[in-house]
């Protein structure tokens, strides 16, 4: 069975993941390769190549940035008191009610 991945997956730390496992590779196989290695991380996940992996997770981080963008919006129609914008976002996504998002004048996480 497969692994899911994880809520925000980050690329760099596959990377990271897969060089970590090739290494591990090499101690018992020294012709051991990083495709080779990728491609077990790719398969641990559920995805039949590296390649199918790297989309997805692109797909992933393309949706939480957009996503981050009607929150920081929203937030910031509720700090300058835009309450009639605010109700046409919610009605249009209630999902933004509880979300949490970077605070509308200065950036960052809360």
């Known amino acids: 069975m497969s692994q899911a991945l994880p809520a925000r997956p980050n690329l760099d730390w596959l990377r990271k993941t897969a060089k970590q496992q090739l290494q ?12 080779g290695a990728q491609l077990a991380l790719a398969r641990r996940y ?6 199918a992996m790297k989309a997805e997770v692109d797909r992933q981080q393309a949706l939480a940035s957009s996503g981050d963008q009607a929150i920081a919006a929203l937030l910031r129609a509720v700090g300058v008191g835009e309450i009639d914008t605010v ?20 950036g960052g996480r809360p």
């Open 24 to 35: 591990e590779l090499r101690k018992t196989n020294p012709d051991a390769k990083l495709a």
């Open 87 to 106: 109700r046409t976002m919610l009605v249009a996504s209630p999902e933004l009610i509880n979300a949490v998002g970077p605070h509308p004048f200065w």
């Open 46 to 51: 559920g995805f039949r190549s590296w390649r």
